[in-house]
Structures are given as structure tokens and as C-alpha cells.
């Protein structure tokens, strides 16, 4: 089986600007989560889709936004970009029936904004 | 809501030492995954532990879920060079509520 895929793997972007990451899940795979990382707070839950419906949500500005379609890809969107949304943008697809189940992350996408 | 720590932050072995990391929710938790990640890559999953006072080994690997499934451990006898990384706890609530990762504790083996 293909594992989770990310696009793009790198982006610039500068300050003001808003951007698109998409995350390919595992086949059969209905649960999509995002996950902020960055070296002082670590892991941050953004939000989760199951059935191209967002499950849960973390706690971060509006200025972020995802969603999942029918075929379970998820894209997450951060309108208005800020110097402090620079991280590595982690999506992490599960089975996804209930809480708990164990995640298969994808490479990620490291987003810089200047 | 839910939070999850980890201790230590940081862990320097020499190689051939031991290693502990300890993971503490502030709620009583449905099952705790342990995830691993190398230097510039992903979490990668290593367990789940589901019952309280599991104990569950994996080669030199050793996980712990508290009888109060509100705290879990992950001990690695004789580190190697291999293990380095960041080792996260991620514990869920139950039912559809979400994965709650700890802080992470990173390890540095010196060889």
C-alpha cells in the first residue's frame, strides 16, 4: 500500500498570502488529521475529517481551514499568512471508526513565510 | 481539556545506558499510542496499549500504561545509536474524541 503523500513538500510564501496543502491518505483510510509542528510546542492538533466531515477541531484562528472530499484527500487552507504560522504542516490518515486508532503520518510540508 | 505531558523534555545517554520517558494526562485516558521520530522525518507509530497496568515489549522496548490509565512510560534498555529521536505519547479520550500528543521527549546517545 502507498503511504500518506503530501503536496507540496516545501513552499515560500511571504506574509499576507495564503496557501493550500494537500494530503493523499492511505487507501481505505476515511480519517484525516493535521498536526502543526514546530520546535518549541511540538505536536498541535489542527483539526480532523472523517467522511468529509471535520470530527474535531483544536484549538487555532479561523485563518485556518480544511476539508476532506469523497475520496478522503484533504487539503488544509491558512488564509492571511503570519511569520509565526512558519512550521512543518504534518497530515495524518487513520482507519478512523473510532478515536485511538493508530496514525500513519505523511513526509509533511515545511511552509516558511517571510 | 485534555493535556498530556511528557518528561523529560531532553535525555543525553552515553550508548549501552538506559532510557525512560514518562507520559501524564490530565484525564484517565481509553487507550496511549507511543510514536517515534527520527531527526528531519515523521512520527512514525510504535505501540498502543489499551488495559490498565498493559505492559507490552518490543526488543529492547519496554511500554507501561498506569493502572489509572492516566500515565504511561517507555523505557529502552541499552540505548544505541539507532534510537535516536523524539519520542511521543498520544493519548485519546475514547469514542471519536481526538489524539492528544504529548510534548515529546527527545534522546541524544553518544556513542
Known amino acids: 500500500k502507498a503511504g500518506v503523500t503530501q503536496t507540496p513538500r516545501y513552499l515560500i510564501k511571504t506574509r499576507g498570502q495564503q496557501v493550500t496543502l494537500s494530503c493523499s491518505p492511505i487507501?481505505?483510510?476515511?480519517?484525516v488529521s493535521w498536526y502543526q509542528q514546530t520546535p518549541g510546542q511540538g505536536l498541535q492538533f489542527l483539526f480532523e475529517y472523517f467522511s468529509e466531515t471535520q470530527r474535531n477541531k483544536g484549538n487555532f484562528p479561523g485563518r485556518f481551514s480544511g476539508r476532506q472530499f469523497s475520496n478522503s484527500r484533504s487539503e488544509m487552507n491558512v488564509s492571511t499568512l503570519e511569520l509565526g504560522d512558519s512550521a512543518l504542516y504534518l497530515c495524518a490518515s487513520s482507519y478512523g471508526g473510532s478515536g485511538g486508532n493508530e496514525q500513519f503520518f505523511g513526509p509533511g510540508t515545511r511552509l516558511t513565510v517571510l | 481539556g485534555q493535556q498530556v505531558m511528557q518528561i523529560p523534555q531532553y535525555q543525553h545517554v552515553q550508548e549501552g545506558e538506559d532510557f525512560t520517558t514518562y507520559c501524564n494526562s490530565s484525564t484517565t485516558l481509553s487507550n496511549i499510542q507511543w510514536y517515534k521520530q527520527r531527526p528531519g522525518g515523521h512520527p512514525v507509530f510504535l505501540i498502543q496499549?489499551?488495559?490498565?497496568?498493559e505492559v507490552k515489549k518490543q526488543k529492547r522496548l519496554t511500554f507501561q500504561f498506569g493502572e489509572a490509565k492516566k500515565n504511561s512510560s517507555l523505557h529502552i534498555t541499552a540505548t544505541q545509536t539507532t534510537d535516536v529521536g523524539t519520542y511521543f505519547c498520544?493519548?485519546?479520550?475514547?469514542?471519536?474524541?481526538?489524539?492528544?500528543f504529548g510534548t515529546g521527549t527527545k534522546l541524544q546517545v553518544i556513542p
Open positions: 496499549l489499551v488495559k490498565s497496568g
Open positions: 487507501s481505505g483510510h476515511r480519517s
Open positions: 498520544a493519548g485519546n479520550s475514547g469514542g471519536y474524541q481526538k489524539v492528544t
